[in-house]
């Protein structure tokens, strides 16, 4: 959300904002195939396909279907958790889109490789002339610093524009006007803060989501991150409790939170 609207053009935000827009369906007609092909027969207690196909990839490695011991499918993944059996988890996947980032979260972010994929917004071909900026936690509180923030944003921000303009008045005996435009922005956003905001489409599992939570969501991190992190796992402990319900978030001096759990690494 919006502190405040310093110009027309600037918008300063402070908070990530996480959507969920795609998760996993179960083929049930096909898992049931597969056990009636192996003579065994096998239902899961929990309703989030997530869940079940971390149990049923782990029951395949011991093709242990026919007996399972009680406690449903909590028990199970707890299991695996505590003995850190984690390739399973791979197979549970989400894409996530995240807004209200700045440049220098993403650079933190696509750090994470194994288990993750990213389609980030293209400054090249999306115009910045109304642009949205992210405020450090220690800056906008100050009101001393944030002046000198935002003076030097808005600057960068003016800079931007005033290059653009002429870079566009520059290239303008270019026939095609997309190719003039995208020469113009891609040379103008040299001068754009790590502060601008961004938009960046994540598909990750379950495995490298508990990586980047345990990394990212320690007090250790930087605080924009953590933020991000801890906000991620409050979603996938209601996607997916079984999975990321191990996780304790423990209050911090700065009003923000550390993600702790008993089974790290798994």
Known sequence: MADSEPSRDVRILREPTVYVVGRQQISHAELDRFLADHGVSWQTDTE?????LVEAAGRVCYMSFAKPRPGGN??????ILEVGHGSVLEHAVWNLLLT???????????RHRAGFGYSQLSQRYVDESVAEYVEPDPIADDPELHKVWLEA???????????????????????DRTLRRKLARQAARSVLPNATETKIFVTANARALRHFIELRG????????????????RIMQKEAPHLFGDYELVPLSDGTFEASTPHRKV
Request: charged share 25%; hydrophobic share 40%.
């Open 74 to 79: 909590q028990t199970y993944i707890g299991h």
């Open 218 to 233: 320690s007090r250790h991190a930087e605080t924009e991150i953590r933020k991000l992190a801890t906000q991620v796992l």
């Open 153 to 175: 944003i808005s600057q960068a921000h003016a800079a931007y524009m005033r290059l653009t303009e002429m870079l566009q008045a520059r290239f303008k005996d270019e026939p």
């Open 48 to 52: 989030v396909a997530a869940e079940h």
């Open 100 to 110: 209200g980032v700045s440049r220098s979260l993403t650079h933190e972010l696509i």
